[in-house]
C-alpha cells in the first residue's frame, strides 16, 4: 500500500478591519436607480423629497403622469405606498400626505409600453 501525501497548504490568514469585505448594504430604491443610471441603464427621471409640499415642488421639473412610491417599505404595493397615473403636482401632493413613507418620497415619471 502506498499513502499519498499532499503539498502543505498555508494556513488561512484572518482579514484584518481595513481589508475585511464590507458589511452588506440595502438600498433604497432611489440609491439603486441612481447606481444603475450611473452604469448606463435606462431608468425613469425622478425626485426624492422628505416631504409632500417638497415633493411637490421637485416634481415640477418632470413630465406627468407620475408614480408616487413611499420609501423606507420593502413591499411598497402591499402596504398601499404606490400610487399610478398621478397626474399634476397637486394630486401628487395630496396623495402624498395619505401615502405611508417612513423614509420620504420618490416620484417618476411613468413608462409606458415597456
Known amino acids: 500500500m502506498s499513502a499519498s501525501v499532499s503539498a502543505a497548504q498555508p494556513a488561512p490568514q484572518a482579514q484584518s478591519a481595513a481589508t475585511a ?8 430604491e432611489a ?3 441612481a447606481l444603475l443610471a450611473a452604469a448606463g441603464v435606462a431608468v425613469p427621471r425622478a425626485v426624492t423629497a422628505a416631504d409632500p409640499q417638497s415633493l411637490s ?4 421639473g418632470l413630465r ?3 408614480v408616487l412610491k413611499g420609501l423606507g417599505i420593502a413591499h411598497k404595493t402591499e402596504a398601499g405606498a404606490v400610487v399610478l ?3 399634476d403636482p397637486e394630486e401628487l401632493r ?4 395619505a401615502l405611508p413613507a417612513p423614509g420620504g418620497f420618490l ?6 409600453g415597456a
Open 21 to 28: 469585505p464590507a458589511a452588506p448594504a440595502t438600498l433604497s
Open 31 to 33: 440609491e439603486a436607480k
Open 57 to 60: 415642488e421637485a416634481a415640477s
Open 64 to 66: 406627468f403622469p407620475l
Open 85 to 87: 397615473n398621478l397626474g
Open 94 to 97: 395630496a396623495r402624498a400626505e
Open 107 to 112: 416620484a417618476e415619471e411613468m413608462v409606458a
